[in-house]
């Protein structure tokens, strides 16, 4: 049963013992608020103000979009963000919000952290290292946050061109 049905189906039964047992309306009004409130499905995604998360040029399109994992704006190209598999996308631009650098440097820091808890517990199973000094290890561990001064916007760097290196095909040997 999904969540609309189960919803249509408490919303009956609330009316039906309100009939039952006379409930005056002001309180029928109260209740079913609360359950509006509370037990309603909710719109499908998270509402954002598209203004905040992108820079428009002149003629209004969407030349960067903020990328929700590092909070940096990057210009909406394919090399920065992730594709939207429906096409859509933020602003109908077909990218999502999830940055290309920021999922990176998230999950390099996700990796340095579960390595820098592996090497915790070795010292620990080891002997080396103090149960109290486990624990301040750890605390400094886990206080830290990624370092996003990574995602940055980047120049294309132009391929090596094979006819400006004639003529030295040849790597040089240093002399002995």
């Known amino acids: 049963m999904g969540k609309k049905e189960v919803y249509t189906n408490v919303l009956g039964e609330v009316n039906a013992l309100f009939d039952k047992h006379n409930v005056k309306e002001a309180v029928r009004v109260g209740i079913l608020e609360i359950i509006e409130r509370n037990v309603a499905p909710k719109a499908a ?19 960067h979009i903020k990328c929700q994992v590092s909070g940096v704006f990057l210009p909406a190209e394919e090399k920065y963000f992730y594709t939207e598999k429906n096409g859509t996308g933020v602003g109908g631009t077909g990218f999502r919000r999830l940055s290309r650098l920021g999922e990176k440097a998230r999950k390099d820091f996700d990796k340095a952290q579960r390595e820098g808890h592996k090497q915790i517990t070795f010292e620990l199973l080891e002997g080396t290292l103090s149960p109290e000094e486990g624990k301040k290890r750890v605390e400094e561990l886990t206080s830290r946050k990624p370092d996003f001064s990574t995602v940055v916007e980047f120049e294309d760097t ?19």
Not at 57 to 62: L, R, S
Not at 165 to 174: F, K, L
Request: glycine fraction near 8%; aromatic fraction near 0%.
């Open 45 to 63: 995604g998270a509402a954002v103000d598209l203004e905040t998360v992108v820079k428009r040029d002149e003629a209004g399109n969407i030349t």
């Open 158 to 176: 132009p391929a090596a061109d094979p006819a400006s290196d004639a003529g030295n095909s040849e790597e040089e040997t240093p002399a002995l």
